[in-house]
């Protein structure tokens, strides 16, 4: 089955005449009576907390808060009023009082009772609600990916220090002991020099099939949920999950479970933020519907030394080195780390990586590390700072923005996507092979090879293509515009 054309767009709706990019950080939406000076919480205050999109893992931030001592959740915000029953009852089972729900996310801000902000709405919602929670005066949890394009992910770690907020990004990964330990032997040079840090999502995903534009249920409120995003059509296909395989509100699963992959993929390799360069093929592949991302991608990022690949497969696959489905595979000099096991390469019995002592945050679980941050007011308790959110974030975009840029190639062609680079070019072939395994047939099918982007880390812009460096950003639908900088 070919690959068809990666943009399919819904039809845009002309209420408003222009969109408007934001310039000043005074563009922001100005929260009514913010508590930026607010007392600081004490040991033994209590910890109030609004969680933000509560169709799905919103529950599970619901879970969490409420079994940690001295925290509630007072407050449910949605766009879509149909998610406020079960989920009132969920923290009334929980022991809490019932919350109060807010649709608009700025009367949840503009509430002096709530001192927690918790974000698991939509990817296109994440960085807006961050930097109007920091704005409010309001301690942030912001899941994964903390932003929807690279320049608001800056601009959430600007607004978390000039606000002085506490701001943990969702990748629970920073709170588990032994990648703590792994990133230590990384550092030390223990197996040698880290050559490839992979990360895997292979996950399955279906095709969501195609559904006609129509009016929204009377209980949601479109334009709260479309916010910074363009206006056009409600869809079924948006509201409440598949919005992910869009690009005006997701990234694809490589911004979605690929967060939590890159991110401990770019850790392993030491004082690693953005790479030099970034190339990206794939294609949706497998099936044709409404989808506008990729569900097969292989991605490689230089970073000198070691080179880190990534991989995407939606179609049903076998693992890789018998790793689990999302997983992380580090590849050393002296061997290879999967499944927490090291694997010498000149033979041997895979076996335990040595103990290495290694500091966490304070508080145990992810959550709790939060909290415990949220009352130390120091950012430096935090296994998962929102800066370090924002540079593994940041690699998801970069790797979608050569994808979007890039050519159908088509399989029969003898182009290398890779050129000499021997690990990357290894896993495309993989990937054909995949591919072919679910019925895919190459000689009529083409992939997009992607443009390759030359980075500079420091100014965290791209610097040998002006159209892939506009879109480290994008255009705001007033007034749900994040600022270009804060401070």
């Known amino acids: 089955m070919g690959v068809r054309t990666k943009e399919w767009i819904m039809t845009p709706i002309p ?15 100005a929260i009514s009576g913010t508590q930026a000076g607010r007392t600081v919480l004490g040991a033994n205050d ?100 903390c932003s929807h394009n690279v320049r608001e992910g800056r601009v959430c770690v600007q607004a978390a220090r000039y606000y002085n907020r506490i701001v943990q990004h969702g990748t629970q990964g920073r709170s588990s002991r032994g990648w703590w330990q792994l990133a230590e032997h990384a550092k030390k040079g223990t197996f040698g020099q880290l050559v490839i840090s992979r990360g895997l999502v292979y996950k399955r995903r279906d095709s969501i099939g195609f559904k006609p534009n129509t009016d929204p249920p009377a209980e949601l409120d479109y334009d709260l949920w479309l916010g910074p ?50 190339i990206c093929v794939g294609g949706r592949f497998g099936y044709i519907d409404q989808g506008q991302t990729a569900n097969t991608q292989v991605v490689l990022m230089d970073y000198g030394t070691t080179q880190l690949i ?62 415990a941050a949220v009352r130390s007011r120091k950012s430096s308790d935090l296994n998962a700072d929102i800066l370090e959110g924002h540079y593994s974030a940041a690699l998801c975009h970069l790797a979608n923005i050569s994808y979007r840029l890039g050519q159908p190639v088509p399989f029969s062609s003898s182009i290398q996507p890779f050129g000499d680079n021997a690990g990357a070019q290894e896993a495309f072939e993989r990937m054909k092979q995949h591919l072919v395994m679910n019925g895919v047939k190459l000689e009529d099918t083409a992939y997009f090879l992607g443009r390759k982007l030359e980075i500079d880390p420091a100014t965290e812009t791209i610097t040998n293509d002006i159209q892939a460096n506009d879109m480290l950003t994008r255009y705001y639908r007033p007034p749900f515009v994040v600022p270009e900088t804060i401070g």
């Open 15 to 29: 209420r408003r005449s222009f969109l408007q990019r934001s310039l000043t950080a005074g563009a922001v939406f």
């Open 46 to 145: 209590l910890i109030r907390v609004a969680v933000s999109g509560i169709h799905g893992r919103g529950g599970d931030h619901i879970n969490e808060f409420m079994r940690i001592d001295g925290v509630q959740v007072v407050c449910l915000v949605d766009p879509d009023a149909r998610t406020f029953e079960n989920r009132i009852k969920q923290v009334e089972k929980l022991g809490g009082k019932t919350p109060k729900t807010y649709q608009d996310i700025r009367r949840a801000l503009e509430d002096k009772d709530i001192d927690v902000l918790s974000i698991a709405s939509t990817n296109h919602w994440h960085s807006l609600s961050t930097i109007w929670g920091c704005q409010a005066g309001k301690d942030v949890y912001v899941e994964k990916p």
């Open 229 to 278: 995003a363009p206006d056009q059509f409600y869809n079924a296909n948006l509201v409440h999950y598949n919005w992910h395989w869009f690009w005006d509100f997701g990234n694809g699963d490589i911004g979605n479970q690929g967060v939590h992959q890159m991110d401990i993929a770019r850790w392993m390799i030491p004082g690693a933020t953005l790479p030099k360069s970034v």
């Open 310 to 371: 990534f991989e995407v497969r939606g179609l049903p696959t076998d693992t890789y080195m018998g790793a689990d489905g999302s997983d992380d595979v580090m590849h050393f000099e002296a061997g290879t780390v999967v499944n927490g096991k090291f694997i010498p390469k000149e033979g041997g019995q895979p076996h335990d990586l040595p103990e290495v002592d290694v500091q966490l945050g304070p508080g145990g679980g992810h959550f709790q590390n939060f909290i």
